[in-house]
């Protein structure tokens, strides 16, 4: 085997923070405050340290820039592509999730200038492939959002099927044929009946709650 010289790369880790507020889904940006993209809007992230993994830089990144700590992040993916930073070659682990709105007060520090909540469909020009990112990640959630954990803290402890259907539709950005939904939520088996209704003028809707992971 001949002797090759390994290229020198970055590792970095980004996160993809949503919220619902107002029957809007939003995403947690912060503005650059340095070169490269100094100005832009992006994702909160930053480098890798030599001594730790890529879960514990994005807490650490997390907390630098917005001031957020102790959040659950699901990994999302990885992304490497030769051009996605100007200033060599990065590649960076994405991560994702989901908070009930209100819960956080980002802050700015570190190298952001300013730390802000954007509507999901009317977001600004982001730096690197935030933009890429972003949109998988949305993606994901949308179609996980009845059957994962993330979902957890932003479903009212009694919902209908109905309410429950409007917040997948809020997060996957489109509608969703209502049959079909309550098929494939009862099949999960995450959701139980909690043997009451809500009366709405002549509409009777049974409640549900989801089910004790205990």
């Not at 970055?10 to 940006?29: K, S, W």
């Not at 490269?36 to 890798?48: I, M, N, Q, S, T």
């Not at 492939?129 to 993606?139: E, F, G, P, Q, S």
């Not at 489109?174 to 043997?195: D, H, M, S, Y």
Request: glycine share 10%; aromatic share 8%.
């Amino acid at each position: 085997m001949g002797r090759h010289r390994l290229p020198g790369a970055y590792l970095t880790a980004d996160i993809v923070i949503f919220t619902i507020r107002g029957g809007r889904l939003e995403i947690l940006l912060i503005e650059r405050g340095g070169e490269p993209f100094e100005g832009c809007w992006a994702l909160p992230g930053g480098f890798v340290e030599h001594d730790e993994d890529f879960d514990a830089a994005a807490r650490r990144e997390l907390e630098e820039e917005t001031g957020v700590k102790g959040l659950a992040l699901e990994q999302l993916h990885t992304f490497g592509a030769p051009n996605r930073d100007p200033r060599g070659r990065v590649i960076t682990v994405a991560f994702y999730t989901l908070v009930p709105a209100g819960q956080l007060s980002p802050r700015a520090g570190d190298d952001a200038a300013r730390a802000k909540w954007f509507d999901a469909d009317n977001l600004p020009r982001l730096a690197f492939d935030h933009a890429t990112i972003v949109a998988l990640a949305r993606r994901r959630l949308g179609r996980e959002f009845a059957g994962t954990a993330l979902a957890a803290p932003v479903i009212p402890t009694e919902f209908t099927l109905a309410e429950l259907r409007a917040l997948q539709e809020i997060v996957g950005g489109q509608p969703i044929e209502p049959r079909g939904f309550r098929k494939r939520v009862l099949a999960l088996e995450l959701i139980e009946e909690t043997g009451t209704f809500r009366q709405t003028g002549r509409r009777r809707d049974r409640l549900y709650r989801l089910k004790s992971s205990t």
